[in-house]
């Protein structure tokens, strides 16, 4: 089993949709969890961290399950911009990150 | 604030040749890192550093090597170039009491005929 894997996608949806993106690890002692955002051909960017009680950030919602290892992104009223590749990634400790291989989501006019 | 830069943005290699790839930043991170992206597999850990000096191996550590000697450069070099080598590099930088927030230079292509 991986350690860290997500919806295979792609997504294709209309603007003004909702999608949801999900993740899930292998290492229950993993310790801070994150979404990135990559643009085609571009660097990782920091989308959100994610917290234990969830937390929001305009349209970007995340949740983190413990219990069950898993990571939730919810994009809500999707834009065109918001089409990129979403990577799930997990810090172990400290220095120990591990990348998920990433949703492709594609927003349609 | 530059951030994260690396030099060169694009190589081409022939088989057995090497080079070094430069990662700097300005933000005095302590921990920065290599990691090499290739496609349907997302980014793996090639070596990281924890310190000015300090260098360990990550997932994928073959084939590279790493120094630090400068806490605002990382490099990583490659002594003899391979095919299976053709990536994308990137290097990232955190600090612990940026919630371990990494920041991203903007790749390096390299291609190894």
């Known amino acids: 089993r991986k350690e860290v894997e997500q919806d295979p996608g792609p997504f294709n949806v209309p603007e003004g949709a909702t999608v949801a993106f999900n993740c899930t690890y292998s290492n229950s002692a993993s310790q801070s969890f994150f979404w990135y955002r990559q643009d085609c051909r571009k660097e990782p960017k920091l989308l959100m961290s994610?917290?234990?009680s969830g937390n929001e950030d305009g349209r970007f919602t995340a949740q983190l399950n413990r219990a069950s290892q898993y990571i939730s992104l919810l994009i809500r009223d999707s834009k065109l911009s918001d089409s990129a590749t979403y990577l799930c990634?997990?810090?172990?400790?400290?220095?120990?990150?591990?990348f998920g291989p990433g949703t492709r989501l594609s927003v349609l006019p | 604030n530059a951030g994260v830069t690396q030099t060169p943005k694009f190589r081409v290699l022939k088989t057995g040749q090497s080079m070094t790839l430069l990662c700097a930043q300005d933000?005095?991170?302590?921990?920065m890192y290599w990691y090499r992206q290739d496609p349907g597999m997302g980014l793996r850990l090639i070596h990281y550093?924890?310190?000015?000096?300090?260098?360990a191996k990550g997932e994928v550590p073959d084939g590279y090597n790493v120094s630090r000697l400068k806490k605002q450069n990382f490099l990583l070099g490659l002594e003899s170039a391979a095919p299976s080598q053709t990536s994308v590099y990137f290097c990232?930088?955190?600090?612990?009491?940026?919630?371990?927030?990494?920041?991203f230079g903007p790749g390096t292509r390299l291609t190894v005929t």
């Open positions: 990634v997990v810090n172990l400790y400290g220095q120990n990150f591990v």
């Open positions: 933000m005095n991170h302590e921990y």
């Open positions: 994610v917290y234990s």
């Open positions: 990232a930088s955190t600090q612990p009491r940026d919630n371990y927030e990494q920041y």
């Open positions: 550093s924890v310190g000015e000096g300090t260098t």
